[in-house]
């Protein structure tokens, strides 16, 4: 992930955007200079390639000191889950503006301390929740929001893949979260995102696959997502949504093209969209912000404490086999 983080840094400052890689932080000495094969779901140029040039870019072994170098405005937490909060915290209290990946903790109560933190900085703190600004699901949000279409029936949402990179990391529940916490966060959060908090969930499945209903009561008829590992290697990755409106249905599949459609009046025709992904949507929309002196990117580490004390109540409707209200207990 830290390798998408500098090329989406990267690629920013191609489009003319005012940032520029001044530092890297890694106990590796081929990361820090650059070197070294990335993994994950979604290409993103980032995979295999000298991601950056070491005479330009200063490598650090040890994070304080990149955290101390008076050149960094804006630090990315790119690390394994575990240290977030604990990384989070000392960014934060440097005063410079912080990115945190996804998931900003592994429970709720841990997320809830680094929000605390942010809300008390003067600087940004954003949580990477990049599909709030994958192109398409950000057209989503707005064709929802608008009202043009007609209010939501039912959404249905699909995340879907192999076994991860990095194996013992992502099988073990006490490092990862489990797909729940890792994978299937992005679409909980981007439930939230369009249709408000629910009022109850019921989940069916395991931890590293399963299927939740978003029950409102003053909301859609039916809220759908499914999410999960351990397809076997040849699967691949699926990203998908459907969303059917009073008037038209949306259809998202990111292994298509073209990945969006809009089904109207018995026509189904393209939704041009930028042609980019959330991650470099999320930092362009975070350098924007700076360079405008906004007081916040409009997601907070409030809303990730939020997602992941919702994938919490998921996880206990899977344990008690039944529905769970929400917020309920905290």
């Not at 390639?49 to 170098?69: K, N, S």
């Not at 008076?70 to 909060?85: E, K």
Request: with cysteine.
């Amino acid at each position: 992930m830290g390798r998408t983080h500098v090329a989406a840094y990267r690629d920013a400052q191609a489009a003319g955007l005012p940032c520029r890689l001044v530092a890297v932080a890694d106990p590796n000495a081929d990361r820090r200079d650059g070197r070294g094969e990335g993994a994950g779901n979604i290409a993103t140029g980032a995979q295999s390639e000298r991601i950056f040039d070491p005479a330009e870019v200063t490598g650090y072994a040890d994070w304080q000191e990149l955290l101390a170098d008076d050149a960094v405005d804006l630090i990315s937490i790119c690390t394994p889950t575990p240290t977030h909060v604990d990384l989070g915290l000392a960014s934060i209290a440097t005063g410079k503006h912080v990115l945190i990946e996804k998931p900003l903790a592994l429970t709720s109560a841990e997320a809830r301390r680094v929000a605390e933190a942010a809300r008390a900085s003067k600087a940004i703190v954003m949580p990477a929740m990049c599909i709030r600004f994958w192109p398409a699901y950000a057209w989503l949000k707005r064709a929802i929001d608008s009202g043009e279409f007609g209010a939501v029936r039912s959404a249905t949402f699909h995340r879907l893949g192999s076994t991860p990179a990095w194996a013992d990391f992502y099988a073990d529940p006490t490092r990862s979260g489990g797909a729940l916490v890792d994978l299937h966060i992005h679409d909980t959060d981007v439930v939230r995102h369009c249709f408000g908090s629910p009022s109850a969930v019921v989940s069916e499945g395991s931890a590293n696959h399963l299927t939740t209903m978003y029950r409102y009561d003053d909301g859609p008829e039916m809220v759908i997502a499914e999410g999960g590992w351990g397809h076997d290697p040849g699967f691949g990755f699926r990203m998908r949504f459907v969303v059917c409106f009073e008037r038209a249905t949306a259809e998202f599949d990111l292994g298509r093209d073209p990945q969006l459609m809009l089904s109207q009046g018995g026509q189904s025709a393209a939704v041009e969209v930028e042609p980019i992904t959330g991650y470099d949507a999320e930092i362009r929309h975070l350098i924007r912000c700076i360079a405008e002196g906004r007081a916040d990117a409009g997601v907070s580490c409030d809303d990730a404490a939020e997602s992941l004390a919702l994938l919490e109540a998921e996880r206990r409707s899977l344990e008690t086999g039944g529905p769970v209200a929400f917020p309920g207990e905290q």
